[in-house]
């Protein structure tokens, strides 16, 4: 069982930053990808981006790449997305999420919700132009 609890979303004015943390439960954090996923006002839930243990494989989102950094810190059991370059559109509920790939360190991290078996509960991201 993971749990997971996001801090770290608000409101920022276009152009700006905002940081969000995730932390996780659990003892065997390693095992699991974990991913930021958001969903847009009206629309339907997207992936952003992912990684696994160590940060050894990433995969973001064209839509924010060069702007946004996840970074996750093992011996902490937390991620982190740094949203740098904030555009109106970038608006949503974002989503931290954990999904179980084992301990083969090549594995990929998933790109879609349906392979993550964990969730939290989400934090409001506004970017006012």
């Known amino acids: 069982q993971v749990q997971l609890v996001e801090s770290g979303g608000g409101l920022v004015q276009a152009g700006g930053s905002l940081s969000l943390s995730c932390a996780a439960s659990?003892?065997?954090?390693?095992?699991?990808?974990m991913g930021w996923f958001r969903q847009p006002p009206g629309k339907e839930r997207e992936f952003v981006t992912a990684?696994?243990?160590?940060?050894?494989?990433?995969y973001t989102a064209d839509s924010v790449k060069g702007r946004f950094i996840i970074s996750r810190d093992d011996a902490r059991n937390t991620v982190y997305l740094q949203m740098n370059s904030l555009k109106p559109e970038d608006t949503a509920v974002y989503y931290c999420?954990?999904?179980?790939?084992?301990?083969?360190?090549?594995?990929?991290?998933?790109?879609?919700?349906?392979?993550?078996?964990?969730w939290g509960q989400g934090t409001q991201v506004t970017v006012s132009s």
């Open positions: 999420a954990a999904g179980y790939i084992g301990s083969d360190s090549l594995a990929a991290p998933p790109r879609n919700s349906y392979e993550y078996n964990y």
């Open positions: 659990g003892r065997t954090f390693r095992t699991y990808a």
């Open positions: 990684t696994t243990w160590s940060n050894f494989i990433t």
